[in-house]
């Protein structure tokens, strides 16, 4: 019997653990559908461009946060990741 209770409860971690993976997997493909929906937002980001659409501000909203995380983290290294000098921002 104490095998049965073993079994099940790995069967139970296995199950889990599958769950988890597909769900990352998951919103792993989530995230670039999200940033494609941002092309509507290219108009607006360029220096002396009107306020966003609500089009695009639909589009933002709708990009998960660790998505837009992980987004600006990978564009933040990508300069040393191509052997350029970092690049520096002064706040307006």
């Known amino acids: 019997m104490a095998f049965s209770k073993h ?13 988890l993976v597909v769900a990352v997997a998951q919103a792993q ?12 937002c290219a108009p607006f980001v360029l220096p002396g ?3 966003p ?7 933002l909203q ?3 946060q660790d998505c837009m995380c ?7 290294r990508l300069p040393s990741l191509c052997k350029l000098p ?3 921002c002064a706040a307006n």
Request: aromatic share 0%; glycine share 2%; proline share 4%.
């Open 7 to 19: 079994s099940a409860a790995t069967t139970l971690l296995l199950a889990i653990v599958v769950a």
């Open 29 to 40: 493909q989530a995230c670039p559908v999200q940033l494609s929906n941002l092309n509507v």
């Open 49 to 51: 461009a009107a306020a």
């Open 53 to 59: 659409s609500s089009e695009c501000c639909s589009a």
């Open 62 to 64: 709708s990009v998960q």
């Open 70 to 76: 992980s987004t600006l983290q990978i564009t933040a």
């Open 86 to 88: 970092p690049i520096g």
